[in-house]
């Protein structure tokens, strides 16, 4: 596939006026019956952004994005765009592009016909000429590297083409927000990341506001400028990915971004974190998550007083996913994981049930 | 195609099929054909060019037409209905929908000349307000076919709008369209082959019905007499070599006319990439 090549071939601002909207939502409470699927979320979106909403799945991260699209009712609350208030704004009247998780393209339509729709539903007033709307899909279908495609149906398209026909159909209405309903959730492994790449580079030229909901934290991290972790309704934190990464707000976003070790402090624990070299005070809370990259390890001489034993390991690419069974005091025995890269972990030639000693470099404390 | 398919028993249901359709469809109608080569063709064409046998067959297919335009939209609002809304009695609408399958269709036509019938409950109400009178003219065979058509049209449209992706509305309306826009642009043409097929059987089986027009139609030659009947009318009098000569006209019109309604199906099919 093309999608990682750079997007070259067409001057973009002659075709393209998107003028770039910040959103500001304010107090959004949404209920379906009893079930309270967003719980007075307020968020701000500068303009320019690239935004992942991201949460485990009936976090409400979908319910929120289709509340910004007037694809859904505001319980409570109202939406900002550019500062203007169009909380009671039907969706056809909204300027906004909406991408969704299957595509959602029009089966009776050729490709060209789906991406001119949005241009030949405008008023007549503002319609532009067929001759125009021809230039411009071609333009738009030449961007998203599919106008060979032009004359064919949606069933004839694989997956990753579809998405790229439903983002250049939204585009065509020139939407100051483009919103996407976890894009590429339908899509196998690798098309899917290829798009990732895509959609980045895609924002990068045209820079227009967009969100988009996912419940992949790979993929947040990878595309998102911006990510907004949700759940049970709520907003956990707010920040760019390395903030959420290296400065989880709380334990549910530590252990939903990556992997992570959770150790609940009693007695002996403490004592078995501090052998291992980490250096901490009660006060700074009752629950420790390490990341398996803050774990060093190394054969131990003495056995006796060895901190865990080697059980097995797997290959993640360039790096080794160590299982360690720590050795409790009390006899407990938890599993607890390592990461490091391949050829250290070749250096250090152990074998399984090997007694191996730790240093821990840092955790995150959560009370 | 044998060879390649993985799913067994294509041979024994070919086989099947093939038999089936000749013992039950085939053969008889091949006898209508064989039977009328017993007339010369000028004593064929001397039959069915008979004025009586015209205006049946003017009166046949005009009120099967229209019955089967109405019913497509009749059908296809309750269709609508019964797949987008939800409300009280919403299953009992479902069966009752079914009810002109079932129902012997001379009890259908007794019931609705009974009440359209210039003395009868409606048909005194229309004559009394519009001045119009439904029984013994065309316009109550149409009453009649639309009667027995509707759950042609709602059954084949229906399906066709279950599956239907809300998603392709939420689309259309992310892109600006209007409600208006969107049944005309989206939805409509997505159902537009199902209601083509829906509107070939109504039309299909509006032309062969017999038992729900005759008692609201009045048969008054040349007014409201349908070809079904002359024919029984034909074999009363055991002018056998008459009614095959009819017969046979009236399946060669209706074959055609499936026919081109296939055709445009199909187009429509190829034009919305169905195909």
Known sequence: MEAGQPLTGIDNHLIFEISSMSILLSNITKKFGTFTALDHVSLEIPEGELVALLGPSGCGKTTLLRIIAGLEHTGEGRVLLNRKDITDQDVSHRGIGFVFQHYALFRHMTVFDNVAFGLRVKPRRSRPTETEIAKKVHALLELVQLDWLHDRFPDQLSGGQRQRIALARALAVEPSVLLLDEPFGALDASVRKDLRQWLRNLHHELNVTSIFVTHDQEEAMEVASQVVVLNHGRIEQQGSPSEIYDHPANAFVSRFIGQTNVFELDEHDSEWLQSSGLIFTAREGKVAHIRPHDIEIEKSIDNSGAAATLKDWQHLGALIRIELIKNGFNGSDATLYAEMPNDQFKRLQLNKGDKVDLRIRQAHWFH | ?275
């Open chain 2, 1 to 275: 195609m044998a060879q390649s398919s993985v799913m067994p028993g294509f041979r024994p249901t070919l086989g099947f099929a093939a038999i089936y359709l000749s013992l039950v469809v085939l053969i008889p109608l091949s006898t209508l054909v064989f039977e009328s080569f017993k007339l010369s063709w000028d004593d064929y064409l001397h039959i069915i060019t008979n004025r009586r046998v015209l205006s049946t067959f003017r009166v046949s297919f005009s009120t099967a037409l229209a019955a089967a335009s109405i019913a497509s939209v009749f059908g296809c609002i309750v269709a609508w209905v019964l797949v987008r809304y939800s409300f009280a009695g919403k299953r009992v609408l479902h069966a009752l929908i079914d009810l002109p399958f079932a129902l012997p269709t001379a009890v259908a036509g007794i019931v609705l000349a009974t009440i359209f019938q210039p003395s009868g409950f409606l048909g005194k109400l229309l004559i009394d307000t519009f001045n119009l009178q439904v029984a013994y003219k065309p316009l109550g065979i149409v009453m009649a076919l639309i009667f027995i058509s509707i759950p042609f049209v709602v059954r084949t449209v229906e399906p066709v709008l279950l599956e239907f992706e809300p998603a392709m509305e939420e689309a259309g309306a992310s892109l600006g369209a209007s409600r208006r826009q969107i049944f005309t642009k989206i939805i409509f043409p997505n159902i537009l082959p199902a209601l083509l097929t829906g509107f070939a059987l109504a039309f299909a089986r509006g032309v062969g019905e017999y038992g729900s027009v005759i008692f609201i139609a009045g048969n008054i030659p040349y007014v409201s007499e349908i070809v079904p009947l002359l024919i029984v009318t034909k074999l009363e009098q055991f002018d056998v070599e008459g009614a095959t000569a009819i017969a046979l006209t009236m399946l060669i019109i209706s074959f055609v006319l499936l026919l081109l309604i296939n055709l445009l199906q199909l187009w429509v099919r190829k034009r919305s990439g169905q195909l």
